[in-house]
């Protein structure tokens, strides 16, 4: 599972649409990224995995795809959505769907819901997972703190069918155009897999 490419580590939890800005004219941009060890939502995915995106806003609303290399095949995300902002005030309603090429995992589609103010975020993703033996239904809640001067921290759960905790720290600068992050990942036992570092590189264009 993966969405939007963020500045901060291409591995980085789902996309907000309360960040995303309300602009007058369309705009198309491009990424490009690669990362020491792919997590999502304080869940392992792979080692050393390249991605590449495409994004477009006007007015508020935003479309875009990612994709990025799970072993096993690709992950391929879709994502579309609405967001405003009215002065420190943000909010956001889109839908995401993760969906596969080889046998990694399976389809995964969900309603985003995010509300923003200041340095502050909250997510709150409701979804269904199309597990073989029987469709499950969960829920992502997600606070994010912008600390300023590159800094940033997630804590997420889940919540319905699924279960698990975790807490992310995040660290983002850039040199010679390039986006570079490293991530500290601390899930809970429910997640498992233990703690890490993920160095982060991306682009975008």
Same mark, same amino acid.
Request: glycine letters at 14%; zero cysteines; hydrophobic letters at 45%.
């Given at each position: ?5 963020k ?8 996309a ?6 309300? +602009?007058?004219?369309a &705009?198309v %941009?491009y990424? @490009?990224g $690669?990362?020491s060890e *792919?997590y999502?939502r304080? =869940? ?15 007015g ?5 795809a990612w994709?990025?290399?799970?072993g ?11 967001g +405003?902002?009215?002065? &420190?005030l %943000?909010?956001? @309603?889109? $839908?995401t769907?993760? *969906?596969?090429?080889g046998? =990694?995992d399976?389809?995964y589609?969900e ?8 340095p ?5 993703s409701?979804g269904?997972?199309?597990?073989p033996?029987?469709?499950q ?18 804590y997420g759960?889940?919540g319905?069918d699924?279960e ?10 850039s ?7 490293v ?6 036992d429910?997640i498992g ?11 975008s264009?």
């Open positions: 599972m993966k969405a939007m490419l500045s901060l580590s291409v591995a980085a939890a789902m907000g649409a309360a960040s995303v800005p309300v +602009v007058s004219h &705009d %941009s990424n @490009v $690669f990362v *792919y999502y304080g =869940f392992f995915q792979k080692s050393s995995s390249a991605s590449a995106g495409i994004d477009f806003e006007e508020g609303f935003y479309a875009g994709t990025a290399d799970v096993d095949g690709l992950e391929v995300d879709g994502y579309l959505g609405y +405003v902002e009215m002065g &420190d %943000s909010a956001g @309603v889109g $839908f769907g993760y *969906y596969y090429t046998d =990694f399976n389809t589609e309603i985003n819901l995010n509300v923003g103010y200041g502050l975020s909250l997510e709150y409701v269904t997972y199309d597990d033996a029987a469709e239904d969960y829920s992502f809640t997600a606070l994010s703190a912008d600390l300023g001067a590159g800094f940033a921290a997630t759960s889940f319905q699924f698990g905790a975790y807490f992310q720290a995040d660290y983002g600068f040199v010679a155009e390039l986006d570079l992050g991530s500290l990942i601390f899930p809970d429910d897999g233990g703690e890490a570092i993920v160095f982060s590189v991306g682009k264009f």
